[in-house]
Protein backbone atom coordinates (compact mmCIF):
# COMPACT_ATOMS: atom_id res chain seq x y z
CA UNK A 1 0.00 0.00 0.00
CA UNK A 2 1.28 3.50 -0.82
CA UNK A 3 0.18 5.71 1.44
CA UNK A 4 0.06 9.57 0.60
CA UNK A 5 0.70 12.63 2.75
CA UNK A 6 -0.16 16.31 2.49
CA UNK A 7 2.47 18.74 1.75
CA UNK A 8 3.07 21.93 3.03
CA UNK A 9 0.12 24.58 2.04
CA UNK A 10 0.77 28.12 3.57
CA UNK A 11 -2.97 29.07 3.96
CA UNK A 12 -3.78 25.96 5.94
CA UNK A 13 -2.67 24.55 9.63
CA UNK A 14 -4.06 21.48 11.84
CA UNK A 15 -3.41 23.11 14.87
CA UNK A 16 -4.59 20.83 16.84
CA UNK A 17 -7.11 18.55 17.92
CA UNK A 18 -9.16 16.73 20.51
CA UNK A 19 -11.95 16.40 23.23
CA UNK A 20 -14.30 15.96 20.29
CA UNK A 21 -13.12 19.41 18.63
CA UNK A 22 -10.19 20.69 15.93
CA UNK A 23 -8.89 23.60 15.70
CA UNK A 24 -7.77 25.16 12.03
CA UNK A 25 -6.35 28.08 10.42
CA UNK A 26 -7.14 29.01 7.16
CA UNK A 27 -5.21 31.97 6.20
CA UNK A 28 -5.27 34.12 9.08
CA UNK A 29 -8.09 33.28 10.62
CA UNK A 30 -8.36 30.18 12.99
CA UNK A 31 -11.95 28.41 13.60
CA UNK A 32 -13.04 25.96 16.45
CA UNK A 33 -14.95 23.42 15.01
CA UNK A 34 -16.88 19.68 16.26
CA UNK A 35 -15.19 16.80 14.84
CA UNK A 36 -16.05 13.29 16.10
CA UNK A 37 -12.75 11.86 14.78
CA UNK A 38 -11.19 13.81 17.43
CA UNK A 39 -12.30 11.48 20.00
CA UNK A 40 -8.54 11.69 21.92
CA UNK A 41 -7.14 14.18 24.05
CA UNK A 42 -5.54 17.65 22.60
CA UNK A 43 -1.92 19.11 23.35
CA UNK A 44 -2.96 22.63 23.48
CA UNK A 45 -4.95 23.59 27.02
CA UNK A 46 -8.89 24.97 26.43
CA UNK A 47 -7.15 28.69 27.29
CA UNK A 48 -4.91 28.65 24.39
CA UNK A 49 -7.01 27.43 21.65
CA UNK A 50 -9.65 30.18 22.95
CA UNK A 51 -6.70 32.58 22.78
CA UNK A 52 -6.00 31.49 19.22
CA UNK A 53 -9.20 30.82 17.69
CA UNK A 54 -11.38 33.71 15.76
CA UNK A 55 -14.54 31.42 15.48
CA UNK A 56 -16.18 28.83 17.50
CA UNK A 57 -18.86 26.84 15.78
CA UNK A 58 -21.34 25.56 18.38
CA UNK A 59 -23.70 22.68 17.77
CA UNK A 60 -27.48 23.05 18.17
CA UNK A 61 -28.84 20.17 15.98
CA UNK A 62 -26.65 17.43 15.03
CA UNK A 63 -26.45 19.01 11.34
CA UNK A 64 -26.80 23.24 12.41
CA UNK A 65 -25.39 25.49 14.35
CA UNK A 66 -24.46 28.96 15.13
CA UNK A 67 -20.94 30.84 14.93
CA UNK A 68 -19.42 32.09 18.28
CA UNK A 69 -17.00 35.42 17.69
CA UNK A 70 -14.21 34.93 19.63
CA UNK A 71 -12.33 38.03 18.26
CA UNK A 72 -14.19 40.79 17.48
CA UNK A 73 -14.07 42.44 14.32
CA UNK A 74 -12.59 39.29 12.19
CA UNK A 75 -14.22 38.89 8.72
CA UNK A 76 -16.47 36.41 8.31
CA UNK A 77 -15.76 36.53 4.70
CA UNK A 78 -11.98 35.53 3.49
CA UNK A 79 -9.99 33.94 0.43
CA UNK A 80 -7.91 30.87 0.71
CA UNK A 81 -5.78 30.03 -2.04
CA UNK A 82 -4.04 26.37 -3.01
CA UNK A 83 -1.77 26.45 -6.09
CA UNK A 84 -3.43 29.31 -7.78
CA UNK A 85 -6.99 28.25 -7.28
CA UNK A 86 -9.00 30.96 -4.94
CA UNK A 87 -11.58 29.24 -2.22
CA UNK A 88 -13.97 31.99 -0.88
CA UNK A 89 -14.81 31.13 2.46
CA UNK A 90 -17.42 31.70 4.73
CA UNK A 91 -19.16 30.72 7.73
CA UNK A 92 -22.18 28.57 7.36
CA UNK A 93 -24.64 27.56 9.75
CA UNK A 94 -24.23 24.28 8.51
CA UNK A 95 -20.09 24.34 10.11
CA UNK A 96 -18.53 23.80 6.69
CA UNK A 97 -16.76 26.84 5.33
CA UNK A 98 -16.37 26.15 1.83
CA UNK A 99 -13.77 23.82 1.17
CA UNK A 100 -12.45 20.27 2.63
CA UNK A 101 -8.54 20.73 3.45
CA UNK A 102 -8.30 17.04 3.43
CA UNK A 103 -9.12 16.73 -0.09
CA UNK A 104 -5.70 18.22 -1.07
CA UNK A 105 -3.78 14.93 -1.47
CA UNK A 106 -6.82 14.12 -3.90
CA UNK A 107 -5.77 17.38 -5.41
CA UNK A 108 -2.53 16.61 -6.23
CA UNK A 109 -2.81 13.50 -7.12
CA UNK A 110 -5.46 14.30 -9.96
CA UNK A 111 -3.20 17.42 -11.26
CA UNK A 112 -0.04 14.21 -11.60
CA UNK A 113 -2.66 12.16 -13.53
CA UNK A 114 -3.62 14.50 -15.84
CA UNK A 115 -0.53 15.99 -16.61
CA UNK A 116 0.58 12.62 -17.14
CA UNK A 117 -1.89 12.53 -20.12
CA UNK A 118 -0.12 12.18 -23.52
CA UNK A 119 -0.58 15.48 -25.34
CA UNK A 120 -3.17 13.92 -27.58
CA UNK A 121 -5.04 12.08 -25.62
CA UNK A 122 -8.49 14.39 -24.71
CA UNK A 123 -8.32 15.33 -20.53
CA UNK A 124 -11.81 15.05 -19.40
CA UNK A 125 -12.94 15.32 -15.56
CA UNK A 126 -16.26 14.95 -14.05
CA UNK A 127 -17.06 16.04 -10.63
CA UNK A 128 -19.55 14.86 -9.00
CA UNK A 129 -20.53 15.63 -5.34
CA UNK A 130 -18.62 18.69 -6.58
CA UNK A 131 -19.66 21.38 -3.69
CA UNK A 132 -16.96 24.43 -3.94
CA UNK A 133 -15.07 23.08 -6.78
CA UNK A 134 -11.68 22.23 -5.35
CA UNK A 135 -10.75 19.15 -7.80
CA UNK A 136 -12.92 21.15 -10.66
CA UNK A 137 -10.40 23.85 -10.37
CA UNK A 138 -7.34 21.96 -10.20
CA UNK A 139 -8.35 19.47 -13.17
CA UNK A 140 -9.08 22.83 -14.53
CA UNK A 141 -5.69 24.43 -14.20
CA UNK A 142 -4.13 21.29 -15.43
CA UNK A 143 -5.78 21.85 -18.76
CA UNK A 144 -8.80 19.03 -18.20
CA UNK A 145 -12.49 20.02 -20.11
CA UNK A 146 -14.22 19.78 -16.44
CA UNK A 147 -17.88 18.87 -15.27
CA UNK A 148 -18.58 20.22 -12.26
CA UNK A 149 -22.16 18.57 -10.94
CA UNK A 150 -23.95 19.39 -7.75
CA UNK A 151 -27.60 19.08 -6.85
CA UNK A 152 -27.56 22.58 -4.55
CA UNK A 153 -27.93 25.72 -6.64
CA UNK A 154 -25.95 28.03 -4.36
CA UNK A 155 -23.22 25.23 -4.35
CA UNK A 156 -22.57 25.59 -8.04
CA UNK A 157 -23.11 29.90 -7.94
CA UNK A 158 -20.54 29.65 -4.96
CA UNK A 159 -18.19 27.39 -7.06
CA UNK A 160 -18.73 29.56 -10.15
CA UNK A 161 -17.49 32.46 -7.88
CA UNK A 162 -14.07 30.48 -6.70
CA UNK A 163 -13.41 29.95 -10.75
CA UNK A 164 -13.97 33.60 -11.08
CA UNK A 165 -11.50 34.72 -8.27
CA UNK A 166 -9.23 31.71 -9.74
CA UNK A 167 -8.59 33.62 -12.76
CA UNK A 168 -10.19 30.28 -14.50
CA UNK A 169 -12.80 29.54 -17.32
CA UNK A 170 -15.05 27.32 -18.95
CA UNK A 171 -16.28 24.45 -16.35
CA UNK A 172 -18.87 23.12 -17.31
CA UNK A 173 -21.72 23.42 -14.31
CA UNK A 174 -24.35 20.35 -14.21
CA UNK A 175 -26.70 21.22 -12.02
CA UNK A 176 -28.65 18.02 -11.33
CA UNK A 177 -28.61 14.73 -9.09
CA UNK A 178 -25.28 12.60 -9.58
CA UNK A 179 -27.15 9.84 -10.16
CA UNK A 180 -29.53 10.96 -12.74
CA UNK A 181 -26.57 12.65 -14.47
CA UNK A 182 -24.28 9.78 -14.69
CA UNK A 183 -26.99 7.46 -15.95
CA UNK A 184 -28.50 9.91 -18.47
CA UNK A 185 -24.59 10.49 -19.58
CA UNK A 186 -24.79 7.03 -20.15
CA UNK A 187 -27.67 6.53 -22.02
CA UNK A 188 -25.87 9.45 -23.97
CA UNK A 189 -28.08 12.39 -22.90
CA UNK A 190 -27.27 15.69 -22.11
CA UNK A 191 -28.41 18.08 -19.25
CA UNK A 192 -25.65 20.25 -18.92
CA UNK A 193 -25.81 24.16 -17.42
CA UNK A 194 -23.34 25.77 -18.91
C1 LIG B 1 -19.33 16.68 1.39
S1 LIG B 1 -19.57 17.62 -0.04
C2 LIG B 1 -18.36 16.97 -1.13
C3 LIG B 1 -17.01 17.58 -0.94
C4 LIG B 1 -16.12 17.40 -2.15
N1 LIG B 1 -15.85 15.99 -2.39
C5 LIG B 1 -14.84 18.20 -2.00
O1 LIG B 1 -13.79 17.62 -2.12
O2 LIG B 1 -14.86 19.40 -1.78
C6 LIG B 1 -21.06 16.92 -0.72
C7 LIG B 1 -21.60 17.68 -1.91
O3 LIG B 1 -22.48 16.82 -2.63
C8 LIG B 1 -23.63 17.54 -3.01
N2 LIG B 1 -24.70 16.55 -3.16
C9 LIG B 1 -25.37 15.88 -2.20
N3 LIG B 1 -26.24 15.00 -2.74
C10 LIG B 1 -26.10 15.10 -4.08
C11 LIG B 1 -26.68 14.42 -5.18
N4 LIG B 1 -27.60 13.48 -5.01
N5 LIG B 1 -26.27 14.75 -6.43
C12 LIG B 1 -25.33 15.72 -6.63
N6 LIG B 1 -24.73 16.39 -5.61
C13 LIG B 1 -25.11 16.09 -4.36
C14 LIG B 1 -23.85 18.56 -1.91
O4 LIG B 1 -24.59 19.68 -2.39
C15 LIG B 1 -22.40 18.92 -1.56
O5 LIG B 1 -21.95 20.02 -2.31
Not at 42 to 60: D, M, R, T, V, Y
Not at 88 to 103: A, M, Y
Request: charged share 25%; with cysteine.
Amino acid sequence: MKRIYSSHWSDYELIDAGNDKKIERFGNTILIRPDRNAYFSPILSQKEWKQKAHFEFIEETSSKGIWKTLKQNTPKEWQINYKGCVFNLRLTKFKHIGVFPEQQSNWDFIKTQLCCTEPFEEKKFLNLFAYTGGASLIANSAGANVFHCDSVKQIISWSKENMESSNQSDIRWVFDDALKFATKEVKGKKNMMV
